[in-house]
């Protein structure tokens, strides 16, 4: 009897996600038209792709068992950065790219910095990088928005390229964690610090580079959604880092760190995805879907630690 409910319980923490995604677009197959139509499908796809790019890096960093609330505010940075520098050569689109991305990968260093030099923890230090970052981007900007004009900058935004965007940074995020010595490091960091160090993992540094490209994919996120905008915004990305952190903890990243993957995420950032546009093509208030997702998080979060508990 105990042996099927470890097996039960193992085969739901493998497989529960993709069967509630399943489900759910089953049900709005059935109950929306429009739902139906590939247009929508691709539709979906396109709205994920910011998110998923940051839920990406925001997954990395769960997994070391810290959190970073900067990620929205990072791509307002991005965006006004990378639109000042277009706006003033509208020609010249990777420098202003790179600029905007670098930025971001700087406040993730300074994040980084915080948690694993001055041991203030991840909550506290990412709290007060967004503010900072919030900040900055309004100062930079003098709290305007940038128009962009710019033919080159507009392709980044266009058709299906944030989706091969998002999927080739899925890829190359998969294969740190499943291929390269890195990934096994971030797992052993977030699963047991002290037994990692002992181990002849360096955790500071380890800490230090998933903050940096959680800022960097951040980075690219706000690159993205200011090319699809044609502006770059101080004001945008407010709430964003609520559907990275949902999108990384539904599918199947533990909060206390040591476990997760990308994969996961990616059905994470879809069942976000879907209940947003589903729920739209419904009418249904966007205050209701707040409360929706919040209760999905919880539930996610409360299953991760009953199935902990349960497999002691």
């Not at 042996?3 to 709005?28: P, R």
């Not at 509208?90 to 001055?118: D, E, K, R």
């Not at 490209?213 to 945008?236: C, E, H, K």
Request: charged letters at 10%; one cysteine or more.
């Amino acid at each position: 009897m105990k042996t099927t409910y470890i097996s039960t319980m193992a085969f739901l923490k493998k497989f529960g996600i993709l069967i509630v995604l399943i489900t759910l677009w089953a049900i709005l197959l059935a109950v929306s038209p429009t739902f139906r139509t590939i247009e929508n499908g691709i539709n979906i796809l396109r709205q994920v792709a910011v998110n998923g790019i940051m839920a990406i890096g925001m997954t990395f960093v769960i997994m070391t068992g810290g959190i970073d609330l900067t990620v929205g505010s990072l791509i307002a940075v991005s965006g006004v950065v990378t639109g000042s520098l277009l706006v003033v050569n509208p020609q010249n689109v990777v420098f202003a790219v790179l600029a905007g991305i670098i930025v971001c990968g700087l406040f993730g260093a300074m994040n980084g910095a915080f948690v694993a030099y001055a041991d203030v923890p991840p909550f506290v230090a990412t709290l007060a990088g967004m503010t900072i970052a919030r900040g900055f981007a309004y100062v930079y900007s003098n709290g305007k928005p940038y128009t962009l004009a710019s033919e080159g900058f507009r392709v980044i935004g266009k058709g299906y390229a944030p989706i091969i965007i998002f999927l080739v940074i899925l890829l190359i995020a998969h294969t740190i964690l499943s291929k390269l010595k890195f990934g096994r490091y971030i797992y052993a960091t977030g699963g047991n610090q002290r037994a990692a160090m002992a181990s002849g993992v360096m955790v500071k540094r380890v800490l230090i580079k998933v903050y940096i490209l959680s800022g960097i994919l951040a980075g690219i996120s706000g690159v993205v959604l200011a090319s699809r905008t044609n502006s770059g915004q101080p004001a945008v990305g407010m709430g964003y880092e609520t559907d990275a952190i949902a999108a990384a903890v539904i599918g199947g990243t533990s909060m206390t760190g040591g476990s997760g993957t990308i994969g996961g995420t990616l059905i994470g950032i879809l069942i976000i995805g879907t209940l947003n546009n589903g729920l739209n093509l419904l009418n249904v208030s966007s205050y209701y879907q707040q409360i929706i997702k919040g209760f999905i998080i919880l539930g996610a979060v409360c299953f991760d630690i009953f199935s902990k508990k349960k497999s002691k």
